[in-house]
């Protein structure tokens, strides 16, 4: 099989995804190589709000635009623990610069400087995230698991959560309720 890196692209889960962490689902993949795929389902809110984690981590938020705003479900992997997804990609401990634009960042020091309004221009908070073997993400692919189009930036981080999987599938330009759950071959 031809070697693919899907790296700064999202996956739209197909109507068929069996899967319930991942049906309906919009994943950024972080990274994508020969040891296989990271990446973090966007748009799935969780019931925990940015407060009630800042507060549960002992951080003091000073930021008041952190209020109201939900903590995402990255994936089923390390649910316990925090991932941030950001722009700009550079500045802090523990990041990993996923290109020019974007970094994902494990450490605390971004979470402080989040709550203390200081933080990256854009941010999306999750718990756990999403990872595949080698060749996992490939197979699923061939399976007609997913579909893949280049991430948009602006979808994750401008738009609210609910909206980012239509706006993914608008970047294909298909209407996503005629999409079949059936593979063809020619």
């Known amino acids: ?21 991942f049906s309906k689902t919009l994943t950024y993949i972080c990274e994508h190589n020969e040891q296989g795929a990271l990446g973090l ?3 799935r809110p969780t019931e925990l709000m940015l407060e009630d984690m ?18 995402l479900f990255g ?3 390390q649910l ?25 960042t494990t450490s605390l020091d971004i979470l402080q400087a989040i709550a203390d309004g200081k ?11 999403s990872g595949w073997a080698p060749g996992q993400l490939e197979h699923e692919l ?7 189009v280049p991430a948009s930036p602006s979808i994750m981080f401008e738009l609210p959560a609910e909206q980012r999987l239509a706006a993914a599938i608008q970047l ?8 079949s759950d059936e593979v063809g071959h020619s």
Do not use: C
């Open 1 to 21: 099989m031809q070697s693919i890196n899907l790296t700064h692209h999202f996956l739209i889960a197909m109507p068929a995804m069996a899967d319930p962490s």
């Open 41 to 43: 389902v966007v748009n």
């Open 54 to 71: 800042f507060d549960q981590l002992g951080i003091p938020i000073t930021n008041p635009s952190l209020k109201g705003l939900p903590v």
């Open 75 to 77: 994936g089923p992997v």
């Open 80 to 104: 316990d623990r925090g991932f941030v997804l950001h722009q700009p990609a550079d500045g802090w401990q523990s990041t990993m610069t996923i290109n020019q634009e974007v970094g994902l």
């Open 119 to 129: 933080g990256p221009r854009q941010a999306l908070v999750t718990l756990g995230y």
């Open 142 to 148: 061939a399976q007609n698991a997913w579909l893949t």
């Open 172 to 179: 294909l330009g298909i209407d996503f309720s005629s999409l």
